[in-house]
């Protein structure tokens, strides 16, 4: 496999508190994958060092075989790791349409241009964000699932190599939840896609490696049916939250 984004042996310690012990995870280019976890477990941690809002205490993360560990989030971003937050920071008085071509125009995807990339055309976002029929529509008379959606075409304007997704299926009916795994499998032919979530819905829906963290260090990685069938993993986590 050709690895992407390389974590080698990560810790970050808040205080007495080991939020992340050890950690290693090598994720493959154009895949896609699930992180999951009780609460507590690390999950936001990992993606905060990933694209690094939190410096590890110890550790290296390297992308593309070039070592980015305590970088600034800017510089980060530049180098072709988008996270796609929870919360959304779309422009809410601005259309779907403006706020992708904001996002289009930011210093990431000016970044990413100057590097080779080929940020995707704005209609070909549309298309697989389901918002074609809305590019006109004030981004703040979205409902809440086309927003994140939203969020998510601004992510993908520009061109990322890595996609981080908070939560993406938090708040989204049964229909839309489907829908984001379908966009996931589309997005990655294109960029690998790291999604940190609950639901187990949403990631049997999508499909690629699940990686468990149970407090700080990587329980189990596998298909969603491997780890569906760990007994550790059930005691730990999938027997209080699953179906
Ligand atoms: N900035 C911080 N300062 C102190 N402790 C922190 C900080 N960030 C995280 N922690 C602690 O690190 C541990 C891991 O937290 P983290 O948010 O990464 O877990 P999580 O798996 O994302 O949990 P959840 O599913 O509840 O969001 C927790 O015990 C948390 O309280």
Not at 12 to 40: E, Q
Request: proline share 5%; glycine share 10%; net charge neutral.
């Amino acid at each position: 496999m050709t690895v992407l984004l390389s974590l080698q042996h990560i810790s970050r310690r808040f205080g007495g508190l080991l939020a992340l012990d050890d950690v290693s995870l090598d994720f493959a280019a154009r895949a896609r994958y699930c992180v999951i976890g009780p609460n507590g477990a690390g999950k936001s941690t990992l993606a905060n060092v990933i694209c690094g809002a939190v410096r590890p205490s110890a550790g290296r993360v390297l992308l593309d075989g070039a070592e980015i560990t305590g970088r600034s989030p800017h510089r980060i971003a530049r180098r072709g790791i988008a996270r796609k937050f929870q919360v959304p920071s779309c422009f809410p008085e601005a259309s779907v349409g403006t706020n992708l071509r904001i996002a289009a125009e930011s210093p990431a995807a000016r970044s990413r241009i100057a590097a080779g990339a080929t940020p995707p055309a704005l209609a070909d976002v549309l298309a697989v964000t389901g918002l074609a029929d809305l590019a006109r529509t004030t981004a703040s008379e979205l409902p809440h699932g086309r927003r994140q959606w939203l969020e998510i075409g601004m992510a993908l304007v520009t061109a990322p190599k890595l996609l981080l997704l908070d939560e993406p299926s938090a708040g989204l009916t049964d229909d839309e939840t489907l829908a984001t795994a379908r966009m996931i499998d589309e997005l990655c032919g294109e960029m690998t896609v790291i999604a940190i979530e609950h639901d187990m819905r949403f990631v049997e829906a999508v499909g690629g490696e699940v990686i468990v963290l149970h407090q700080g260090a990587v329980l189990r990685r596998g298909t969603f049916d491997e780890v569906r069938a760990d007994h550790t993993v059930q005691d730990v986590y999938l027997g209080r939250s699953a179906r």
